[in-house]
C-alpha cells in the first residue's frame, strides 16, 4: 500500500514554509554547536541541510543515501551510499533529514552515526525515538507532500 493511500491526512507544504521551517530548525540547533558539518540523509534532507547549512555557517555537507520509498510506495530499506567515514561515530556532526517517518531510514542512520545530533524537519510517532530535535510532528497517518518531490511539469 503507498504512503498516499494508508494517509489519512495529506499535509502540502510550499517552499516558503520549507525555508521557514529549515531556518527554523538552524535557530534551533545554533547553540548545540559548533558542528563539524552536516551529513544529509539523501534525498530529502539535501534541502533542509543546505539551508541548515547556510544559516549555521557550515561549509561541509556530507551524504548518507538511503532508499526506502519508490515515489509514494514504501519499499525495503536500501543503503546506497552508507555515512562519509570521516563523520566517524558521528560526533560533532548534525545528521539533517526532512522527515522521520517509520522509523526505518532514522534507525538506520542512527545506527551508522550513532553520536551525531539528528534533526528533521518532521517527526511521526513511529520515527521519534530516533531524532533528537524536529520542528513539527505529526500523525502517523499524516502523508507530507514536498514541494521537492512534486513533478515540476505538473505544478499549474
Excluded at 30 to 52: E, K, N, S, T, Y
Excluded at 70 to 90: I, M, T
Excluded at 101 to 108: I, K, L, P, V
Aim: with cysteine; aromatic share 8%.
Amino acid at each position: 500500500m503507498s504512503g498516499l493511500q494508508a494517509a489519512a491526512t495529506i499535509h502540502s507544504s510550499s517552499w516558503h514554509e520549507m525555508h521557514r521551517e529549515a531556518t527554523d530548525l538552524a535557530v534551533r540547533l545554533a547553540p548545540l554547536g559548533p558542528f563539524r558539518g552536516i551529513v544529509a540523509i539523501a534525498r530529502g534532507g539535501l534541502v533542509p541541510a543546505a539551508i541548515v547549512a547556510r544559516v549555521l555557517d557550515i561549509r561541509l555537507i556530507e551524504t548518507l543515501c538511503i532508499a526506502s520509498y519508490d515515489g509514494q510506495a514504501k519499499g525495503p530499506l536500501v543503503v546506497v551510499k552508507p555515512a562519509p567515514d570521516g563523520a566517524g561515530d558521528g560526533s560533532g556532526w548534525l545528521l539533517v533529514d526532512d522527515v522521520a517517518d517509520s522509523g526505518s531510514t532514522a534507525e538506520a542512520a542512527r545506527q551508522m552515526l550513532p553520536a551525531a545530533l539528528y534533526a528533521t524537519l518532521y517527526v511521526k510517532p513511529a520515527g521519534r525515538p530516533f531524532v533528537d530535535t524536529f520542528i513539527r510532528e505529526v500523525a502517523q497517518d499524516v502523508w507530507i507532500d514536498f514541494p521537492w518531490d512534486r513533478d515540476p511539469a505538473l505544478i499549474g
